[in-house]
């Protein structure tokens, strides 16, 4: 540890006062510069929050569009089935219950879009559907594999009913890869979002300690000066003191 | 609780004064409890918001994983019901040239040749594996959905535990500014006290 020399006149307190303020207004710069890299840091990442933000937002249109697709796919694949259910000149029972499945995914969608019924609803009818459906697809694999003999034409129809909902179904792949990626970008989104708002809150919180801490140097600096005054007045009263008593 | 004992003034300070410096170091005790429960909040703060950028994390993760899974099972389904739909057409058309060939009606089930039978037994298969992937994408789209809400609750709590954190730092914060703002002004009574005193001595040793 250095030691500094006593140059002046004035007493060991006088210089550790002396020493004290310079160490007070080194903090003062040191604060100051904290407070001024925390604004930086705060503007950066609310820029990069506004961004993020902007990207979900274009992110969330992009699911919507993908979910317009899915459930267009999806009224097709239904109407489809329905369709090559009605050509298939089986059971009634088969037939008519692939008609209500169909007709209950169509149904259930008509209702989400127009406000009918919640997304949930939506979806609960949907699965009963896609039940009814498959049930009536499983009676028809089962106990219908020896069919009643069709027209051409029928059997025609049938195929071209049969490949739409293939391709529709196909089709609802792709959209609900399309409307999960959206989704899941998004989301990655306003994680980032969060996580910039957050880096700029402990950036606000360092700022907001740099300012107090700035403040409170800046009384303590004052209060240190005004004690520093007072003790260079008591030591010069005390020289001129010890002079008059050297010279009697 | 133990009282502490005040030392005997030694050093020219009066009892007052004696008193005063305790007392700012009662006061610098606070200070140093709230500046620990003040970071101790921070850092609670900061943990949870970690907690919930991770649950949106995983949330992506999982909305991904659902996509991929269902958009492949769906692509599947789609593609065994256009092969069902091709293998039924061939067994339609040959039934209805059976039915044709033996003069049947409509009503009734006509005998299939072998590749008729064959092409029924292939549309059969692919409408059974069509109508199962079908299932198991409408089972993960269930499992996908309640693990994606179980990430937006638990998110939903680290979001209300940071704002509780926050709301605990900013009581922390505020009972430290006032500690140490009433530790500044004690701080200068204990200096003009000293003063005081020092002047006190000054003017009981001056040569009458």
């Known amino acids: ?248 | 609780m133990n009282t502490p004992t005040i030392a005997p003034s030694i050093h020219g300070m009066s009892f007052e004064t004696d008193l005063a410096m305790l007392e700012i170091q009662n006061e610098q005790v606070t200070y140093q409890a709230d500046s620990g429960l003040l970071e101790a909040a921070r850092a609670a703060k900061r943990e949870h918001e970690r907690e919930q950028v991770d649950e949106l994390r995983d949330k992506a993760s999982n909305l991904l994983a659902s996509g991929i899974t269902q958009g492949l099972l769906l692509v599947g389904s789609g593609a065994a019901q256009g092969l069902g739909a091709a293998s039924q057409y061939g067994a339609d058309m040959d039934r209805a040239k059976t039915a044709e060939q033996a003069g049947a009606t409509c009503k009734e089930t006509p005998v299939l040749t072998a590749t008729g039978a064959a092409a029924q037994r292939g549309a059969n298969s692919y409408g059974a594996a069509s109508k199962g992937l079908d299932g198991l994408a409408k089972g993960a789209d269930l499992a996908f959905n309640a693990v994606a809400a179980n990430n937006d609750a638990d998110a939903a709590d680290a979001s209300h535990e940071a704002e509780d954190a926050k709301w605990r730092a900013d009581d922390a914060a505020t009972a430290r500014q006032r500690d140490q703002s009433l530790l500044d002004q004690n701080l200068s009574v204990v200096h003009d006290m000293l003063r005081s005193d020092e002047e006190t001595m000054r003017n009981l040793l001056r040569p009458a």
């Not at chain 1, 919507?64 to 796919?73: E, Y």
């Not at chain 1, 699965?127 to 051409?152: C, N, R, Y």
Request: charged share 20%; aromatic share 2%; with cysteine.
């Open chain 1, 1 to 248: 540890m250095n030691t500094m020399p006593c140059l002046s006149t004035g007493s060991i307190a006088t210089q550790l006062l002396v020493l004290e303020e310079e160490q007070r207004a080194s903090d003062l710069h040191a604060n100051k510069d904290e407070a001024a890299i925390d604004t930086n840091e705060i503007q950066r990442q609310h820029v990069a929050q506004q961004r993020a933000e902007d990207e979900a937002r274009q992110k969330a249109e992009s699911a919507s569009t993908w979910g317009t697709v899915l459930d267009v796919a999806k009224d097709v694949a239904a109407v489809g089935a329905v369709a090559a259910a009605a050509f298939t000149g089986g059971s009634t029972l088969i037939v008519a219950a692939a008609i209500i499945g169909g007709a209950g995914t169509v149904g259930a969608d008509v209702a989400k879009r127009t406000g009918v019924i919640n997304e949930k609803t939506a979806m609960w009818i949907e699965l009963g559907s896609a039940v009814v459906s498959g049930g009536a697809g499983a009676v028809a694999l089962l106990g219908g594999g020896a069919s009643a003999a069709i027209s051409e034409t029928a059997a025609v129809g049938k195929a071209a009913a049969g490949s739409t909902a293939a391709v529709a179904t196909a089709t609802e792949g792709v959209a609900t890869y399309g409307k999960n990626h959206a989704l899941a970008s998004e989301t990655s989104l306003q994680a980032d979002a969060a996580q910039a708002d957050n880096n700029a809150g402990e950036a606000s919180e360092r700022f907001g300690d740099a300012v107090r801490a700035m403040e409170h140097s800046n009384a303590s600096f004052n209060q240190a000066s005004a004690v520093a005054s007072q003790l260079e007045a008591a030591d010069s009263e005390l020289s001129t003191s010890l002079i008059n008593t050297i010279r009697g």
